[in-house]
Nanobody, 116 residues
Framework: QVQLVESGGGLVQAGGSLRLSCAASGSFFSFNTMHWHRQARGKQRELVATITSDANTNYADSVKGRFTISRDNGKNTVYLQMNSLKPEDTGVYYC??????????WGQGTQVTVSS
């Protein structure tokens, strides 16, 4: 398993920006596909952004053009830059590391609250 620790959440006004970070343990970070998910209160968890080991990225339609996922393999860290935030972006954001078939690990989550 991989230990994941998210940081960077907080309270921001609509239109503002936040950058989330997720630091991973272990020696095989560069092999991981990394995901950011979010879960709003009373709703199902949804996939927000993905970055593969080859640095290919994919985004949910709701965040395209506003969010950017990136990784720094030297620091074992994945980032989610969130711009033009909207109240509907509010939720707990979770980092997820996948290296099939070895592990599928989750962080504890970080709260993002966007006020209108």
């Amino acid at each position: 398993q991989v230990q994941l620790v998210e940081s960077g959440g907080g309270l921001v006004q609509a239109g503002g920006s936040l950058r989330l970070s997720c630091a991973a343990s272990g020696s095989f970070f560069s092999f991981n596909t990394m995901h950011w998910h979010r879960q709003a209160r009373g709703k199902q968890r949804e996939l927000v952004a993905t970055i593969t080991s080859d640095a290919n990225t994919n985004y949910a339609d709701s965040v395209k053009g506003r969010f950017t996922i990136s990784r720094d393999n030297g620091k074992n860290t994945v980032y989610l830059q969130m711009n033009s935030l909207k109240p509907e972006d509010t939720g707990v954001y979770y980092c997820n590391a996948v290296r099939f078939p070895h592990y599928n690990s989750w962080g504890q989550g970080t709260q993002v609250t966007v006020s209108s």
